[in-house]
């Protein structure tokens, strides 16, 4: 008991970050008509405020006079990171009003539109759009870019610029494919939830019934909630994936059968698929270029899954063969328990 209340201590001595799932996207909505080019964009609030120290009065929270009285900085920051060019010619750019909005995962983001005006006819018109990779030069914007009157998908990312025309569609795939991947790996609550899973082994048979039934259940919700077939609100299915992790470390500690395990992954791949539903749904896509997003985002997901699955089972079994097991994993499951916590009490309340 000693023990695991150490543990308890050391681990709330560093608690997770505010955000267990960083959004590490931003959205744009970019459209191309002569004689201009107009990008829409929101930005993941506390991450602009990471980058350039908006927070003036350290209340952890930006309000829009914090907004505005930092316009200069902001507009200077745009100016670097976003850029349309036509015919090899980079267009001026000017910048409207600031204004804080909430997102389809409840976190505040940073609005405003970019405007770039052309004195002659648009032509080869390029986009770069990277804002936030200060964060990390995987941070993405997903756009939807609207031109000659077509919608379609971009994955913007550090090097990659948009140069017109229509994308093929296993490009677009792709890009959808990388993503999912990435969020999974960047979802800290989802591999806390698939870590609890796993702690108590089992065979091969066991994992496979489990990693199977969280992912057709999640996929079930992804799409749906992607779709707007059904939705929740926010902090709701926040504050669920807590709950749902907290539920596995606790049968780890307290439960000595885990037959039924795959159910519980089951019943709980539900809420966690609305929770990766968000990334998608801000992005206002046609259900065309949708539900080819959709599928190859959530091929993604699974890959990272896959990963991560292969990478500790190995280990969980080289474990099992020795005395340190069981203490491990009991340590193990109080510090996913207790980062579950802390989140279920952070978005509860």
């Given at each position: 008991m000693r023990t695991v209340?150490?543990?308890?201590?050391?681990?709330?001595?560093?608690?997770?970050?505010?955000?267990?799932?960083?959004?590490?996207?931003?959205?744009?909505?970019?459209?191309?008509?002569?004689?201009?080019?107009?990008?829409?964009?929101?930005?993941?609030?506390?991450?602009?405020?990471?980058?350039?120290g908006l927070d003036r009065n350290l209340d952890a929270r930006v309000d829009q006079d914090e907004l505005d009285a930092k316009r200069?900085?902001?507009?200077?920051?745009?100016?670097?990171?976003?850029?349309?060019?036509?015919?090899?010619?980079?267009?001026?750019?000017?910048v409207g009003a600031f204004a804080i909005g909430r997102g389809a995962d409840g976190k505040d983001l940073f609005e405003t539109t970019l405007r770039f005006r052309s004195s002659t006819p648009l032509a080869a018109v390029t986009v770069r759009a990277a804002p936030l990779t200060?964060?990390?030069?995987?941070?993405?914007?997903?756009?939807?870019?609207?031109?000659?009157?077509?919608?379609?998908?971009?994955?913007?990312?550090?090097?990659?610029?948009?140069?017109?025309?229509?994308?093929s569609f296993w490009s677009s795939a792709l890009q959808f494919l990388g993503v999912g991947v990435h969020h999974i790996f960047l979802g800290y609550d989802h591999v806390a939830f698939l870590l609890g899973l796993l702690l108590v082994g089992g065979s091969l048979l066991a994992i496979v019934k489990i990693v199977t039934a969280f992912t057709v259940a999640h996929s079930v919700t992804l799409s749906l909630a992607t779709l707007d077939v059904v939705t929740l609100p926010a902090p709701l299915v926040e504050a669920g994936i807590a709950l749902s992790i907290a539920?596995?470390?606790?049968?780890?500690?307290?439960?000595?059968?885990?037959?039924?395990?795959?159910l519980v992954s089951f019943l709980f791949g539900f809420v966690h698929g609305f929770g990766f539903a968000n990334v998608l749904k801000d992005?206002?896509?046609?259900?065309?270029?949708?539900?080819?997003?959709?599928?190859?985002?959530?091929?993604?997901v699974e890959i990272g899954q896959i990963v991560?699955?292969?990478?500790?089972?190995?280990?969980?079994?080289?474990?099992?063969?020795?005395?340190?097991?069981?203490?491990?994993?009991?340590?193990?499951s109080v510090a996913i328990f207790s980062a579950a916590a802390f989140w279920f009490f952070q978005r509860a309340f």
């Open positions: 209340l150490a543990a308890v201590f050391l681990f709330l001595l560093q608690a997770p970050p505010l955000d267990a799932h960083p959004l590490n996207v931003g959205y744009a909505e970019i459209t191309i008509q002569a004689p201009e080019v107009t990008i829409a964009l929101s930005l993941n609030l506390l991450e602009l405020d990471l980058v350039l200069t900085v902001i507009v200077d920051y745009l100016r670097r990171k976003i850029s349309v060019a036509s015919a090899g010619e980079a267009l001026p750019v000017d200060e964060l990390g030069a995987d941070h993405t914007t997903l756009a939807t870019i609207i031109h000659g009157g077509h919608r379609q998908p971009f994955v913007f990312h550090e090097g990659v610029v948009y140069q017109g025309g229509a994308q539920y596995v470390a606790l049968e780890n500690l307290f439960f000595t059968r885990f037959d039924k395990r795959w992005m206002h896509l046609p259900t065309s270029s949708l539900v080819a997003s959709l599928l190859f985002f959530n091929v993604g991560i699955v292969a990478l500790v089972v190995p280990l969980l079994w080289a474990l099992g063969l020795t005395r340190a097991y069981r203490t491990t994993t009991r340590l193990a």
